[in-house]
């Protein structure tokens, strides 16, 4: 059986950064702006983390249905985030500072990989995204559809693979 050195093992750090994303990287959660704006809205997103929070549901079922909430193409969705979102002032900088000094960067995360992948090109640049090992969920074309498609994507858990 081969062994399977992790990405981030690969270049023998003595750290690995580990951080969350949504409020971490950026200023606010970034799957509740796009419910909040373009999905169910915030009276509806509050009240399903209010029944996760009281135990009368999942995560995986409420997150689940925010993301449904939102109709809009994938493409079009991301570009509102890119136009939206904010990002820590301060990441590029500590990005650079661990690229210089060998200490990786794993976001793990539950929002969707694509998502975070274009976040992170804006705040860091295109070319160094890749960089950075992104752990969290995926997205996948409803039956049918194309992810570009209104009403076209949902949410691919990783945990489902």
Do not use: H
Not at 18 to 30: I, L, Q, R
Not at 33 to 58: F, H, P, Q, T, W
């Amino acid at each position: 059986m081969a062994i399977i050195i992790p990405p981030a093992m690969k270049t023998d750090p003595k750290v690995i950064f580990f951080t969350d994303f949504d409020g971490t990287v950026t200023t606010s959660d970034s799957n509740y702006m796009m419910c909040d704006a373009i999905g169910y809205g915030k009276e509806k997103r509050c009240a399903a983390n209010d029944a996760v929070l009281n135990g009368e549901r999942s995560f995986r079922d409420a997150f689940n249905e925010m993301m449904d909430s939102v109709q809009t193409p994938f493409s079009e969705a991301q570009q509102w985030l890119l136009d939206n979102t904010k990002l820590d002032p301060q990441f590029p900088v500590f990005f650079r500072w661990a690229r210089a000094n060998n200490v990786p960067i794993v976001v793990l995360s539950g929002g969707m990989k694509p998502i975070i992948r274009a976040l992170l090109a804006k705040a860091i640049g295109e070319e160094f995204v890749d960089e950075i090992e992104i752990i969290s969920n995926d997205i996948q074309a409803k039956p049918g559809c194309n992810i570009n498609d209104a009403d076209g994507w949902s949410l691919k858990f990783r945990d489902d693979r």
